[in-house]
């Protein structure tokens, strides 16, 4: 007999299966997420899903007996039965099914499982990319931060290394030292030899003074030596290292006027989880400025934005304006991914729509990485539409989709964020422009 | 008076150890014979992985797998499924896992059931003996396994895929029931693979191979072939199939191995289970008549036994059909009095059983028999009275269900011999066979179903049939002959016939 302990070898042997198993019921899959997303807050993104798909869709068939014909069947327990007693047949082979499916919430025919916020997302945000990253990249992605680099000699005296500023000095003086000590030394023999051996007469005076002032020279020369020298400098050097940023802000801009009603509303909130969640996959932190405006424009609360009712006017043009100077105070567009999504049913002011546009073009579009237009509505598009269809020849990071209904809202926003190409991008100008 | 071997719920190598040889040497004395063990001491975790892959130690990768695995992680974390205590893995060495969660006296246990219990079962019973080889099972799975990773990488996942997900819907369906079987041999089958590749490829294949004669004789024509219909339908296929790669060819012989080593153990629950329940109730008892546990070990083994041998009514919540486990144990328990303690009814019922040595008896029925013929030979009136079995009709026509017999005098052998119909694999699968293939013609292939009682296929029989198709490349239609031997056509794919074939 042996005892192996595998406690410690692989754990996740399953893994690979468990894949293969997403994989192959992928489509299902997100399907069920599609349904599911709307009962997500906003920026409930780190949680994992319970996903249910069809159990019909996921069994394995193999050839087995139907329900028809005769069989015999033998039962533990009898309680009261003698031959030839009748009893009912239970609906569904004996009620015990039923009553496991009702007691755990969960129907037969659903298979429910979790998947982790990782693979959710995987799956929700599938050959999507972040709309025009590359583009900007080296203009607005980047942030710099100091890194160490090694010494210099040269900097402000603040960034002085001591330890390696005193070694250097110390380096220099024995190097400088060593010839003039030796000399020294040299001539102190000589001194010593005169003194002994020679009788003491006007030569030899005459050379050991020559020799003595040789040597206080010598004793001077090495003790102006300075102690330090600006040769002896070491600085900290410090070099700028690009880093992209990890900040990210979303802008929702949406109508609240009386004639967006609450369905509208809660497509326009799918559309607003989406893009959140996709900019969380990307960005460390992602922060959501909510602004809701009828006639006039208002920062709120998710709350607020989604769930209280206002009447009266539009004017669009007044959450722009609030939009820019949220971003000129706390979102200065060279550290921040700016990202801004706006719903409407399209109703706007007429004389309003033009002002939107040049709000756009000149302020808000060169700030922001992509500003999307999602119009929910039915009717035909307005002057609002017009003008914003406009600006999608001049600028590459706007696009707009019309959204009539709740399944509407994935495709939409696939085609906002697909990885682009140009036939993608031309397909999309294409199709907005037909409309 | 011996020492207890431990006396606190926490166990150690030492202790694991300790008990092992105590129980070896009980096993010994009873004279069980056992494949070497190997225990393998696992997390919880890794029980589940274990648990995906039908105990199989190695597998190849699939999603039904991943299925099983979410499913069970699914149920155990929200506390509706406890997990075994144990798998035990019929190889030799026997391998049998243990979770690091179990206490001592579970570790005990499962080494007295798997390492003694299953394992001499493995080792002993006639049908593994036939149908599996211990000694090569876990060098087939690794050939399996890299096989089907080497086709993975050569043909894409999603070829591979939908090719065992065919093989898979056929499984059951690649065992031949009536002949018996070479055993698998890893070294074999290495030797043998390339040849076979080349070999099929050569012969693609010698039936439609015949170059189309001008005069074809009308006795060909009513040659059948199959000459005799086939069961084993994936075997039919590997052989026969028309145009199929070998890599294809090789997927589904490893599928059909697999399905024949899990074969005897479809047939042999009820005993196979009984048999290791006895093994470690006796041995357990045994181990405290001499003194090695305390009274706590066997109040807390007594708990655990009895919550894996009850028997629910079948008008209880629990109920899930007949408990194998509980059925085995009473039944081997059953024996055993019979043997020791005779009554008179056993004398009338099993005049050659009872007053015989229980150990030789026991080991001659663990031996010879499986589920349907142990039931029907062995099944005592005791048990029947005891379980409180009835046995009913049900006729599906009818919106009422009869009572047919009780355990009294003249239901017993109605009872049994209708539970033991219950274990019968040809009962409870439907029996179909490979009847005719169209040689002459556009090689559609039409396999048969004989219905036992009237009752009809499932509703997933056209699923079936598609992958029955996929790899047969050619049409497959499906057929039903009453007992008058009377034809009708029941299911075909594809279902436009006209559409030409292109080979």
């Known amino acids: 007999m042996q005892i192996i302990d595998r406690r410690l070898n692989q754990k996740n042997k399953s893994t690979v299966n468990r894949q293969r198993f997403i994989r192959r019921f992928r489509s299902q899959i997100k399907k069920a997420i599609a349904d599911r997303i709307i009962k997500r807050g906003i920026t409930d993104v780190d949680k994992s899903e319970s996903i249910s798909i069809p159990s019909k869709d996921i069994h394995e068939p193999t050839f087995r007996h139907g329900t028809s014909g005769k069989r015999n069947r033998v039962f533990p327990g009898n309680k009261d039965f003698v031959v030839g007693d009748k009893i009912p047949r239970p609906t569904r082979q004996g009620g015990k099914a039923d009553k496991r499916a009702s007691d755990s919430g969960e129907g037969e025919d659903e298979f429910l499982f979790e998947l982790s916020s990782d693979e959710y997302m995987n799956i929700l945000f599938d050959d999507l990319e972040l709309p025009n990253l590359k583009k900007n990249k080296l203009k607005k992605l980047i942030n710099y931060k100091n890194v160490r680099s090694g010494f210099n000699t040269d900097g402000t005296p603040s960034n002085i290394d001591i330890t390696r500023s005193l070694k250097g000095s110390l380096a220099r003086r024995i190097a400088i030292q060593l010839p003039l000590k030796r000399k020294l030394k040299e001539l102190q023999k000589q001194l010593n030899t005169l003194d002994t051996k020679m009788k003491p007469d006007n030569l030899v005076r005459e050379h050991k003074k020559q020799l003595l002032d040789e040597i206080e020279q010598l004793t001077l020369r090495i003790k102006r030596i300075p102690y330090i020298d600006s040769f002896d400098l070491r600085y900290k050097n410090f070099t700028k290292l690009p880093q992209p940023t990890t900040n990210a802000v979303m802008f929702c801009l949406m109508d609240v006027s009386g004639s967006m009603d609450q369905q509208t509303k809660e497509i326009a909130k799918r559309f607003y989880i989406l893009l959140y969640m996709f900019l969380k996959r990307s960005y460390k932190d992602v922060e959501v400025v909510y602004i809701r405006h009828h006639t006039q424009a208002k920062e709120v609360d998710e709350e607020e934005f989604f769930y209280s009712q206002e009447t009266g006017g539009t004017i669009v043009s007044s959450a722009l304006i609030l939009m820019q100077s949220i971003i000129q105070e706390r979102y200065n567009p060279d550290d921040w991914n700016i990202y801004a999504a706006q719903a409407s049913d399209g109703d706007n002011w007429d004389n309003d729509s033009i002002k939107c546009h040049q709000i756009l073009s000149s302020d808000i579009l060169p700030s922001v990485r992509y500003f999307t237009y999602v119009e929910i509505t039915e009717r035909e598009p307005q002057k609002l539409w017009k003008e914003y269809l406009s600006l999608v020849d001049k600028f590459d990071n706007i696009a707009l989709k019309k959204i009539t209904e709740p399944s509407d809202i994935y495709p939409v926003f696939r085609e906002f964020f697909q990885k682009q190409s140009i036939s993608t991008k031309l397909s999309l100008f294409n199709e907005t422009g037909g409309r | ?503």
């Not at chain 2, 699914?74 to 997990?83: E, P, T």
Request: proline fraction near 5%.
């Open chain 2, 1 to 503: 008076m011996t020492k207890p071997i431990s006396t606190t719920a926490d166990w150690t190598y030492e202790l694991i150890d300790e008990y092992y040889k105590v129980i070896e040497t009980i096993a010994a004395d009873f004279g069980l014979d056992t494949y070497p063990n190997q225990l393998e001491l696992i997390s919880a975790e890794q029980m589940l992985d274990a648990y995906a892959s039908v105990g199989m130690p190695i597998g190849y990768n699939h999603w039904s797998f991943g299925k099983h695995f979410i499913h069970n992680e699914q149920s155990y974390r929200r506390g509706r499924m406890g997990l075994a205590y144990e798998i035990v893995i019929n190889s030799n060495p026997c391998i049998a896992y243990l979770m690091e969660e179990n206490s001592m006296m579970m570790q005990a246990l499962v080494i007295a059931h798997a390492c003694f219990g299953h394992n001499s079962f493995f080792k002993g019973n006639y049908l593994f003996k036939t149908w599996t080889d211990a000694e090569a099972i876990i060098d087939y799975l690794v050939f399996a396994k890299n096989h089907i990773a080497d086709c993975e990488q050569a043909q894409g996942v999603d070829e591979v895929e939908s090719v065992l997900d065919s093989c898979h819907a056929l499984m059951n369906y690649g065992v031949d029931r009536y002949k018996r079987p070479y055993p698998i041999s890893m070294r074999e089958e290495k030797q043998r693979q390339k040849d076979r590749e080349i070999y099929l490829q050569s012969q693609v294949n010698e039936l439609w191979n015949t170059i189309p004669d001008k005069v074809r004789s009308d006795e060909d024509s009513t040659i059948r072939f199959p000459t005799e219909p086939q069961e084993n339908i994936l075997y039919f296929i590997e052989k026969n199939a028309p145009v199929m790669s070998p890599w294809k060819r090789e997927i589904v012989r490893i599928v059909r191995k697999i399905g024949q080593y899990f074969y005897p153990q479809r047939q042999t629950q009820v005993m196979n289970e009984g048999w290791a329940c006895f093994w470690h109730y006796t041995i357990l008892n045994e181990l405290y008549d001499r003194g090695y546990t305390t009274e706590g070990f066997m109040i807390e083994f007594l708990q655990s036994h009895t919550n894996v041998v009850v028997q629910p009514d079948y008008d209880s919540p629990y109920y899930n059909g007949i408990n194998p486990y509980a059925l085995g144990f009473n039944m081997m328990i059953d024996i055993r009095r019979i043997c020791e303690n005779p009554t008179a009814e056993d004398k009338e019922w099993f005049p050659e059983l009872a007053g015989t040595p229980w150990q030789e008896s026991l080991t001659f029925a663990m031996q010879n028999f499986k589920d349907e013929s142990f039931i029907a030979q062995y099944l005592s009136p005791k048990v029947m009275r005891d379980f409180k079995l009835f046995s009913l009709h049900d006729d599906a026509s009818s919106n009422e269900l009869d009572i047919t017999s009780i355990h009294n005098k003249a239901g017993y052998q109605e009872i049994r011999h209708n539970l033991s119909q219950q274990y019968n694999i040809s009962m409870s699968e439907p029996n179909i066979e490979v009847f005719d293939v169209d040689i002459r013609g556009d090689r559609s292939m039409t396999i048969r179903h004989k219905p036992t009682n009237n009752i009809n296929l499932g509703e997933t029989t056209a699923e079936v049939m598609r992958h029955l198709h996929k790899l047969w490349g050619f049409p497959v239609k499906l057929i039903s002959e009453d007992t008058k031997g009377e034809q009708y056509e029941l299911c075909r794919c594809p279902l436009e016939e006209c559409e030409e074939e292109d080979d």
